[in-house]
């Protein structure tokens, strides 16, 4: 809780105070998680359904009077689990802008994505029969992949929310790498820090390496034994990662620390809160992100990327720390990019970029009428620039349902 906040009713609530948080959670609104500036009184109409109390935050608009104060908190709830004010400061570094058209930067996008596939298999394939992990050959792959995301981290977030029918260990390890850059770039953290985190992210699991192949090839949940052996893939991990000198300290403790969680409940250290260092806390939601949205042999049935967006959600304060969590969810969005999704008139549709500011008014690629019929031609619409067709995102919906299957519109050649 920021100390600059000012709760107050609805009812006291003016143009020009900034509204920061609201008393229910923002993901039950249509309205920005960073908050948004009050600029009339439709803007306060708009508002009213949703919240009875708002929090202001004095430092970017105006101060409500004394007489209007309540109290910040009952005193019987605890405080959610987060960083330090100090440490999100010191990582909000630059800010990046878009630099190419979704079109243009997924074709680029998808070659990289093809050739980081390839580096990254041939790494692993070579780690089965050897102790040496060949960090280097992984390096020019993530760079150019952190410059596409840096451009436009749209491409690349569709692209892993698409591969999610080959081999798991690969895509999950890929797309972890692409949610660790994006979110770093959210972050405002600097390029080579983006791409240490990209790798990092990449690598978390390559300790599975070394742990016998039928583990992940069984198709029934672990046994308390068996979940102990893939625990084990942490330890051996970082044997192998420590061995090289391309691999840096703030990468082997984002991979020592990646299963740990903010309550203690985590392994294999049962380390706390800020006991975890920030690319740790980091990598333990944006891998569990991965891991909800993606099947796996013993468990077909996974979340949509909105489902999985919603229990992070769920998690924060305990075991996630709660502003990366709120974070991260800015980096992605409510709907994030992939996610079927129903529009207000009954149209079915594919995310292709979210808005960070308006969330249910994404860049969508239409797919089927509000009957659900297919459309004779597949048109993009920017819901936000387009508003007078009265569009929006009314709901999420399930992977593959109505019958599209999304990787033949994007992935097929």
């Known amino acids: 809780m920021a100390a600059n906040e000012v709760k107050i009713l609805i009812d006291n609530l003016k143009p020009g105070m ?15 998680l960073e908050g948004f500036l009050i600029q009339g009184n439709p803007d306060i109409e708009e508002l009213r359904p949703y919240t009875r109390h708002v929090f202001i935050d004095v430092d970017q608009g105006d101060i409500p009077e004394q007489k209007h104060h309540l109290p910040l908190v009952s005193g019987n709830e605890p405080p959610p689990i987060t960083g330090s004010k100090e440490e999100y400061e010191l990582v909000r570094k630059q800010t990046y802008e878009i630099e190419t058209e979704f079109e243009e930067e997924f074709e680029e996008a998808r070659m990289i994505r093809e050739r980081v596939h390839a580096d990254f298999k041939r790494v692993v394939t070579h ?20 410059e596409s995301i840096i451009r436009n981290p749209s491409a690349f977030a569709l692209l892993a929310q698409l591969e999610k029918s080959d081999d798991y260990a690969y895509n999950h390890a890929l797309s972890t790498s692409v949610w660790c850059a994006q979110f770093g770039r959210h972050l405002g953290l600097d390029q080579e820090e983006i791409e240490e985190l990209a790798l990092g992210g990449m690598l978390l699991d390559v300790g599975k390496v070394k742990l016998p192949p039928k583990l992940f090839q069984l198709t029934r949940a672990l046994s308390p034994k068996e979940r102990e052996l893939v625990n084990l893939h942490v330890d051996k991990g970082l044997r192998l990662l420590a061995k090289s000198r391309s691999v840096s300290q703030n990468i082997l403790r984002m991979v ?11 392994y294999p250290a049962g380390l706390k809160n800020q006991e975890i260092p920030l690319f740790g806390r980091i990598a333990g939601i944006l891998d569990s992100y991965d891991a909800m949205t993606t099947p796996t042999p013993y468990r077909k049935s996974h979340l949509s990327a909105h489902q999985a967006i919603n229990e992070l959600y769920n998690l924060r304060g305990t075991r996630f720390d709660n502003e990366l969590v709120e974070q991260f969810i800015q980096t992605v969005g409510l709907f994030p990019s992939g996610s079927l999704v129903e529009l207000n008139s009954g149209a079915v549709a594919i995310v292709l970029e979210v808005n960070p500011l308006k969330r249910l008014l994404p860049n969508v690629m239409l797919l089927l009428d509000k009957d659900k019929q297919p459309l004779d031609s597949i048109d993009i619409i920017d819901l936000n620039a387009d508003r007078e067709l009265g569009l929006m995102v009314s709901k999420g919906l399930p992977q593959g349902a109505y019958g599209i299957n999304i990787e033949e519109l994007f992935l097929d050649v």
Do not use: M, N, Y
């Open 18 to 32: 900034f509204v920061s948080r609201l008393d229910v959670p923002w993901i039950e609104t249509p309205f920005a």
């Open 127 to 146: 780690l089965q029969t050897s102790d040496v992990i060949e960090v280097d050959e992984l390096k020019e792959g993530v760079h150019d992949s952190v």
């Open 256 to 266: 020592a620390t990646h299963h740990e969680r903010a309550d203690g409940s985590g």
